[in-house]
C-alpha cells in the first residue's frame, strides 16, 4: 500500500528563489553557518552546470527537501554532494524520491553508478542508505573534522538494465 504522503511530493529543478529554502532545512536540521552558506552558493554552481543538477522535493508547493549530484566523466560515477529533507517530514519518502531523482540524472549521463560520503556518526543517514540499497565503500579517517570520519556508500547500476535503457 503506498503512503498518502509520498504521493504528494513533487521532484523539480532548482529555481533562483531556492537558495532560501535550502537555508530553511539545513538551519532546521542544526548546520552550522558556514555550511549553510557552502551549501547556498553550491547549489546554484551544481544548478548552472551541464554535469550536475540539483532536484528540490515539494509537497503542497512547500519546499521540503533538496539533492545535489554530480556525475564524474573520469570515472563514469555520479556522486551525491548534498541531501537534506526537513526533519519535520522525515519518513515521508521524499528522501528516497530524491534519491531516486538523483540516480535518474546519473543514467541519463551514462553513470556506471551513484556513490555517496556522510559522516560515521550519522546513524539515521547510514540507515537509509543502507535501506535503499546502497553499501559501504569505505571508511574515510578525519574526512570531515579532525576527530570526525567520514563512509562512503555506492549503488552500481545493474548493466542489463542500463543497456536495456540504452
Not at 542508505?129 to 552500481?156: C, H, S, W
Amino acid at each position: 500500500m503506498q503512503n498518502n504522503k509520498t504521493t504528494q511530493i513533487q521532484i523539480g529543478p532548482f529555481q533562483t528563489d531556492d537558495p532560501k529554502h535550502i537555508r530553511r532545512i539545513l538551519e532546521s536540521i542544526g548546520w552550522d553557518e558556514h555550511y549553510i552558506l557552502a551549501f547556498e552558493q553550491a547549489a546554484i554552481q551544481f544548478a548552472r552546470n551541464s554535469n550536475s543538477a540539483v532536484f528540490m522535493a515539494r509537497r503542497q508547493e512547500v519546499t521540503i527537501g533538496f539533492v545535489f549530484v554530480e556525475f564524474h566523466i573520469w570515472n563514469r560515477l555520479a556522486q551525491i554532494q548534498g541531501l537534506a529533507v526537513d526533519p519535520s517530514l522525515h519518513r515521508h519518502g521524499a528522501a528516497s524520491a530524491l534519491v531516486s531523482q538523483a540516480e535518474a540524472f546519473a543514467r541519463t549521463c551514462g553513470a556506471r553508478g551513484v556513490y555517496v560520503d556522510t559522516p560515521t556518526t550519522n546513524e539515521r543517514g547510514r540507515l537509509f542508505y543502507e535501506a535503499i540499497g546502497y553499501q559501504v565503500g569505505y571508511i574515510m579517517p578525519r574526512y570531515y573534522e579532525e576527530n570526525l570520519d567520514g563512509v562512503t556508500y555506492q549503488k552500481f547500476f545493474d548493466k542489463t538494465a542500463a543497456q536495456q535503457g540504452a
